[in-house]
């Protein structure tokens, strides 16, 4: 049994945060323990907390028509969530529940191994960079101080692409170009 089956299974009964009573399903992950590129949304949403899979809803939709236009197929890739229940209304998750749920997220990236990390939106960049500084300015810099020689590229969330249109989804399919590169340039 590996480390990561183990891990849902703990996960799936975990009860350390207050999003454990609101939550239908907890959503740990999709695709292979062998993928070499992680993509870090920040909690899953409606569809999501429904079906127990990430990025199932528009943002997904969205999202993996832009990886495809890079070349980057989601069967290939491990998705997650820095947070592994959904917060109410699709708040934003708090300081202690990003806290809570951090060992989680540790230990899939320690287990998975990556060569390229993409945070999505401003609650993976934080939890991966740490500091405050807007997206905007840290986006699209691939950097590989933050974690162990990783590759890690911050980018917005699909949310934010849909939210702000036509812009902001090249921003994002300029980022993902950006991890497919990287991607490319580490086999
Ligand atoms: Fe546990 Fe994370 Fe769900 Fe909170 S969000 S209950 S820490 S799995």
Redesign the pocket.
């Known amino acids: 049994m590996s480390d990561l089956v183990e891990l849902e299974r703990v ?1 799936q009964r ?4 207050t ?2 009573a609101t ?1 239908t399903r ?1 959503v740990f992950s999709s695709g292979p323990s062998s993928a070499r590129l992680v993509l870090i949304g920040e909690a899953p949403g409606a569809e999501e907390d429904r079906s127990g899979v990430p990025f199932i809803g528009r943002s997904g939709v969205l999202l993996m028509r832009l990886l495809s236009e890079v070349g980057l197929e989601r069967e290939a890739l491990y998705v997650t969530n820095v ?3 959904r917060p109410p209304k699709n708040r934003t998750p708090r300081r202690a ?1 990003a806290a ?2 951090r060992p ?1 997220l540790e230990a899939q990236l320690a287990a998975v191994h990556p060569r390229v990390v993409v945070a999505l939106g401003a609650t993976a960049t934080r939890w991966l960079l740490g500091g405050t500084a807007p997206l905007g300015e840290v986006r699209g810099r691939a950097r590989t101080d933050v974690l162990d020689g990783t590759w890690v590229v911050p980018t917005y969330h699909p949310a934010a692409a849909l939210r702000g249109g036509p812009a902001v989804s090249e921003l994002l399919r300029d980022d993902l170009a950006l991890a497919a590169d990287l991607l490319r340039r580490a086999a």
């Open positions: 996960a975990c009860e350390a945060c999003l454990a939550r907890v947070v592994k229940c529940e809570a749920c989680f």
